[in-house]
């Protein structure tokens, strides 16, 4: 049985929705986390450690602390991804499981707009849970990782990870979307997201000196977030962060000092954090 057969035509119940998709949720996020540690601080720590953007471990309880705050968040997307596949089914998005209602083009073009639409959902949330009234109660958790690993991409706290999934069920109501390319966006933002909390920057020297720096984001940006609090509230693209001036003023020269490091520097001990 296809996806939009098992879920506008089979009716499963609210139970075995969240069930089902905090499971797919949890696998994803195991998948594309625990693949990324499995590389970046495990396979290949010592061939790759010159990219490590702050060089030096992260603690490990850090990372115990990052997956402990993922498992929760995992538990609010799963509720939530249930609750707008459920309205789906009721008729009150535009949630849809004929690629036929709106053809191909329309298919691949639903993505595109969703990752814009994420990327500027997530700037100017992002930017209002840095507010000192509201950074305690939404932020702080995300930023106890000052030196992330690929664990930090879903650990929020309760409050952020409701804000977070926000953009689930927006996007369906906003535009109509097919449940397999909504589920492709979903492949996109784990991918992008825990790349961008590796620690590691993997983009080439070069993207420094083309136009290219103008529209993407790299994990140098992102760590830089982390470590100094504010500016860089980017997620996918640079756009909004050079519109509203954002960007840190050292990020282009941060971005080439990594990317330019010839040998392997030694690594440190982890840090530990008060």
Not at 135 to 151: C, D, E, I, T
Not at 216 to 238: A, S, W
Request: net charge positive; charged share 15%; hydrophobic share 45%.
């Amino acid at each position: 049985m296809s996806a939009p057969e098992f879920f506008f035509q089979r009716n499963p119940g609210m139970f075995e929705l969240s069930a089902g998709i905090t499971v797919a949720v949890a696998l994803r996020y195991m998948i594309f986390a625990g693949l990324a540690w499995l590389l970046c601080y495990v396979c290949f720590r010592q061939r790759w450690f010159h990219r490590k953007i702050i060089a030096i471990l992260p603690p490990p309880g850090d990372v115990r602390r990052e997956i402990a705050y993922s498992v929760l968040s995992i538990l609010i997307f799963g509720l939530v991804a249930a609750a707008t596949l459920f309205a789906g089914r009721q008729g009150w998005t535009q949630l849809y499981g004929s690629i036929a209602d709106y053809g191909w083009g329309w298919f691949w073009t639903s993505i595109v707009c969703a990752i814009f639409l994420h990327d500027t959902y997530f700037y100017w949330t992002h930017r209002l849970m840095h507010h000192p009234k509201l950074f305690g109660a939404f932020h702080r958790v995300h930023h106890l990782s000052k030196n992330p690993s690929p664990w930090a991409a879903y650990a929020f706290s309760p409050l952020e990870a409701i804000v977070q999934t926000g953009i689930f069920p927006l996007a369906v109501l906003v535009m109509p979307m097919h449940i397999f390319a909504f589920g492709l966006f979903m492949f996109w933002q784990i991918l992008f997201n825990v790349l961008g909390h590796t620690g590691y920057e993997f983009h080439p020297h070069a993207l420094m000196d083309s136009w290219l720096r103008r529209i993407l984001n790299t994990p140098t940006n992102h760590v830089m977030h982390h470590e100094k609090m504010q500016g860089n509230y980017g997620l996918y693209f640079n756009i909004w962060d050079r519109l509203m001036g954002t960007n840190h003023a050292e990020y282009e020269d941060r971005f080439r000092e990594v990317t330019l490091r010839k040998n392997q520097p030694t690594i440190q001990p982890t840090q530990h954090h008060t």
